[in-house]
């Protein structure tokens, strides 16, 4: 096996869930692969390789990523936000991970970083998404255990909660 040189790695600066990071990588390294191997973040999961299962999913600069698909180089000077920062501190879960652990919306859990990145995205800019609406957008996710019903329930009762969050603050 043959090794790059020294010179052949690139020093990669970018925020990850609100912290400055700088690291270095091979050209081809793909951001799954740095984020797990070489910054820590392993809770983004790799499945399928092939940016079809949605495990890897992240948000980059404000839009959903695959970071199977990704290369690390990539996110230069990007604001890079994994499942560890979906939670608002160590110690508190966020409405959406809530709902999720009051429906039992995950079994096994490999693919649940993933959806509830494209999910807490999604409900961003959607507060009263239909089930039909949270459907379309988990078919780009694949899940062995669920069935998914549980998520559909999690994801209305954290949209419905975030929308009254939001009245409460627009009304205070």
């Known amino acids: 096996m043959t090794r790059l040189s020294a010179e052949s790695r690139h020093a990669i600066r970018f925020t990850l869930n609100g912290r400055p990071v700088e690291a270095e ?3 081809r390294t793909l951001l799954s692969d740095f984020l797990r191997q070489q910054i820590g973040a392993t809770g983004t999961h790799v499945g399928c390789e ?4 949605g495990a890897c999913t992240i948000v980059v600069d404000g839009m959903l990523a695959r970071s199977c698909l990704t290369l690390a180089a990539q ?3 990007c604001d890079v936000r994994t499942i560890e920062g979906l939670a608002p501190s160590p110690d508190r879960l966020g409405i959406l991970q809530q709902a999720f652990r009051r429906n039992h919306a995950l079994q096994c859990g490999f693919c649940t970083a993933g959806i509830l990145m494209s999910l807490d995205h999604y409900l961003l800019d959607h507060r009263a998404p239909s089930e039909s609406d949270i459907r379309d957008l988990l078919s780009g996710h694949l899940c062995r255990c669920t ?3 549980s998520i559909v329930k ?3 009762e954290a949209a ?5 969050t939001s009245k409460e603050k627009t009304d205070a």
């Open 25 to 27: 990588a091979e050209p």
């Open 154 to 156: 999690a994801a209305l």
């Open 50 to 53: 092939h940016g079809v299962c």
């Open 75 to 77: 996110v230069e000077g």
């Open 147 to 149: 069935g998914y019903t």
């Open 160 to 164: 419905a909660e975030l929308a009254e």
